[in-house]
């Protein structure tokens, strides 16, 4: 027996309808997930099948109700189909028009990692074939919202997220590095960009184009005992910058510290010659060692006194340790409210943005299969309560071996789903996701905030950081006014507002902290949607 689903809705077509797959969770439970390409799926008798319908709302689009209908037709064998049964739904257009890709304020940093999308489509490393499939990504990205483009500068920076350690599931979780070098027979060094300057330009064509951010330069990952550790021992740092070697026709690592400062000296000549040197950031992940991290700055700083840095932090302590240094910073979430008086105090000293993150920790909110798609929403909806510039996660393609088939990975350690937002497909793209879409709606909600909160206030900010000097002071009067959609909105999905009081431990209320029902997010986007109309 075969059923089909068709869907159309005048005015707002073209409308298709995909199937959505499952993917493993921690509980042994498989739960939707995978918004499937393709016409055609085996799907088990007597079990519940999700459908996603996506259709077209032209800029041009006259507000108002548009119905539509999805028609399921079945039929047995090589018999003539008939209908089953139809479904009649109704989208409501409304006069707001959310900005293009080149005009959303909000910075999404999903960190890139293209050896893994070499690995699972089976293209050789930065080849033309792999950047076939690379640009697919791209675009899912820019579409997504995202404002970074990663550049990896020497190899393995995360050691592969120590996956040398998984020994019952094994998985290749290694990052190479985009820049070529040679050693000629003279003893110079040849420097190749063109992998990076290819991906770079690819990012921009396509809209990516905010920011530069640069791994691999500081704050590596070691692992000493595991013979992870640093391949130039008088080196601050554990970079490892590999080179061909022609005169002994071998690839080999630089072993002197003079050899890694050219190297950063010549990336940074070459950043400079594209153009790009006001976008690029050095970012490190989680330094734990301030000294380390200090010697390792003024070490790159030496080398190359025009790069500007970035740092992913636990705790909010360290701004005032480099902020005259440092230009980005990024906390976890967590962090920001244990120091919430401590980041805002901070804040007029950081040059640079001022974003959040949520990785493998905390539970909630977050982005796992076992979250709540209205998690999703509430993350960019959060940044703006907090006044800040975006989200950070490290993730979109961290793929273990066989994701489609098992996505569970270090189960206790880190969540499923933790490691992408998308999965990869037998044709060369990505299947995107439902925690996919509920990002990209939380994006949406804070774009449309913005453009309520500028018309509240009479001219558009540019960014939240211009609300006010505190967010709880900030909510605390859009609430009062009683009748203005921003207020209105916390009103909604945020139960504490105060979120130096909400708590991260399992098995925390997350209802006493903030709502994780969904139709509480599209009544806020309502209100939204509704003063934009005025």
């Known amino acids: 027996a075969c059923v089909r689903a068709s869907a159309a809705c005048p005015g707002l077509d073209p409308c298709s309808v995909a199937f959505v797959g499952m993917a493993d969770d921690d509980d042994g439970m498989d739960k939707a997930d995978i918004i499937m390409a393709g016409d055609y799926f085996a799907l088990p008798g007597r079990r519940a099948h999700q459908l996603r319908l996506s259709m077209n709302v032209p800029e041009d689009a006259a507000p108002g109700a548009y119905r539509g209908i999805i028609r399921f037709l079945g039929r047995e064998m090589f018999g003539g189909e008939t209908e089953i049964c139809s479904l009649e739904f109704e989208v409501v257009v409304h006069k707001a028009v959310l900005p293009g890709i080149n005009e959303k304020t909000f910075h999404l940093d999903l960190w890139q990692h293209l050896s893994n999308i070499a690995r699972k489509h089976e293209t050789p490393l930065f080849s033309d074939a792999h950047f076939r499939v690379v640009a697919r990504y791209v675009q899912s990205l820019a579409e997504l919202g995202q404002k970074a483009v990663t550049v990896i500068a020497s190899e393995v920076p995360w050691s592969g997220q120590r996956c040398f350690n998984d020994r019952e599931n094994m998985a290749d979780l290694f990052e190479y590095s985009m820049a070529r070098v040679a050693k000629k027979a003279d003893g110079s060094y040849a420097y190749d960009w063109a992998v990076m300057e290819r991906y770079v330009e690819l990012c921009f064509a396509a809209g990516i184009d905010r920011e530069i951010e640069i791994f691999g330069l500081a704050g590596i990952w070691t692992d000493e005992e595991r013979g992870w550790g640093k391949a130039a021992p008088d080196w601050p740092d554990g970079i490892r910058v590999r080179y061909y070697d022609e005169a002994g026709g071998a690839f080999r690592y630089m ?48 080398a190359a006194p025009k790069l500007r840095f970035k740092t992913a932090i636990n705790h909010a302590g360290f701004i005032d340790e480099f902020k005259d240094v440092v230009a980005d910073y990024v906390p976890i979430l967590p962090a920001v409210s244990a120091e919430w008086a401590a980041l805002e105090r901070a804040r007029g000293k950081i040059s640079g943005r001022l974003l959040y993150y949520v990785c493998c920790w905390p539970p909630y909110p977050n982005n796992f299969i076992c979250s709540p798609l209205a998690e999703g929403r509430l993350i960019p909806l959060l940044a703006a309560y907090l006044k800040m510039d975006g989200f950070l996660r490290w993730n979109y393609t961290v793929w273990p071996e066989n994701p489609r088939e098992r996505l569970a990975y270090r189960s206790g350690e880190w969540w499923s789903g933790d490691m ?62 009683g009748s203005q959609a921003v207020g209105k909105v916390w009103e909604t999905i945020l139960r504490q507002k105060d979120i130096s009081l909400w708590e991260y431990e399992m098995g925390a209320d997350t209802s006493a902290m903030f709502s994780s029902d969904w139709e509480d997010y599209e009544r806020a986007r309502l209100l939204l949607l509704e003063a934009l109309d005025d």
């Open 255 to 302: 072993e002197k510290s003079e050899d890694i400062a050219g190297y950063i000296a010549a990336l940074q000549d070459f950043l400079e010659r594209k153009g790009w040197l006001g976008k690029a950031l050095v970012v490190a992940d989680e330094p734990a060692d301030i000294e380390k991290y200090r010697l390792s700055l003024n070490a790159i700083r030496a």
């Open 420 to 481: 992408c937002f998308v999965y990869p497909s037998r044709g060369g793209e990505p299947l995107l996701s439902l925690r996919y879409f509920a990002l990209k709606r939380g994006i949406e909600d804070f774009e449309l905030l913005q453009m309520a909160s500028a018309k509240q206030n009479g001219a558009r900010e540019g960014s939240p950081k211009g609300a006010r000097e505190n967010s709880q002071e900030w909510a605390q009067e859009s609430s009062q006014e």
